[in-house]
């Protein structure tokens, strides 16, 4: 049995699932960022204001709950990541947390204040957010890798389409619409992945 700890959250892998990647991910996650924690929103009483704030803000549209998002040694997952987390599902939570470890590492690179700066998009926030396209694009791409790690096809036009979506689609925002550039973005996530 292995045991993981990341602040109210425990991991606890029985001995048939110490070789799946997820554990690796996992120990690097400890060793990199010591101060962790991983988090359901739900349980987290600043992620409720946060949620209720924005909720009003934006006349009931945005649901950060939906979400998952990082701060400076924090993860807070969404509802339905908390749900596949509390399920044990290794390869979700590989593909989640190598996703999210890109995040911490730009967050840790340019400081709180520049990551959220980004975040909101630059020159727009929306349709060209090009400062939100690329914090996502690495994220996006090692999560590929992560998905690939578990045997997943990513190379199929299902997983593609879904893949680049994310950038042209509503989930965040209609983030880049050129969809040629996005296209260049999973080619290029691909090749990394074959490369080794
Ligand atoms: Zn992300």
């Given at each position: 049995m292995i045991t993981f700890q990341f602040g109210p959250t425990s991991f606890a892998w029985e001995d048939y699932d110490a070789n799946h990647p997820v554990v690796a991910t996992l120990r690097q996650l400890k060793t990199n960022f010591p101060e962790l924690q991983i988090i359901p929103k739900s349980e987290s009483l600043f992620r409720r204001i946060v949620y209720w704030t924005l909720l009003i803000l934006t006349f009931g549209l945005f649901k950060d709950t939906k979400f998952t998002t990082c701060a400076k040694n924090r993860i807070y997952l969404s509802d339905s990541d908390a749900r596949l987390f509390k399920a044990y599902l290794p390869s979700i939570i590989h593909m989640v947390l190598r996703h999210e470890e890109v995040h911490l590492g730009q967050i840790a690179y340019y400081g709180r204040v520049e990551f959220y700066l980004r975040y909101l998009g630059?020159?727009?926030?929306?349709?060209?957010a090009w400062t939100r396209a690329m914090i996502e694009k690495p994220a996006y791409q090692a999560e590929m890798k992560a998905a690939w790690e578990c045997r997943?096809?990513?190379?199929?036009d299902n997983y593609k389409e879904q893949w680049i979506s994310k950038f042209y689609?509503?989930?965040?925002?209609?983030?880049?619409?050129?969809t040629k550039t996005v296209e260049k973005w999973y080619e290029e996530g691909l090749r990394a992945i074959t490369s080794g």
């Open positions: 630059f020159p727009l926030p929306v349709f060209f997943r096809d990513v190379t199929s689609g509503k989930t965040y925002a209609y983030m880049w619409r050129h």
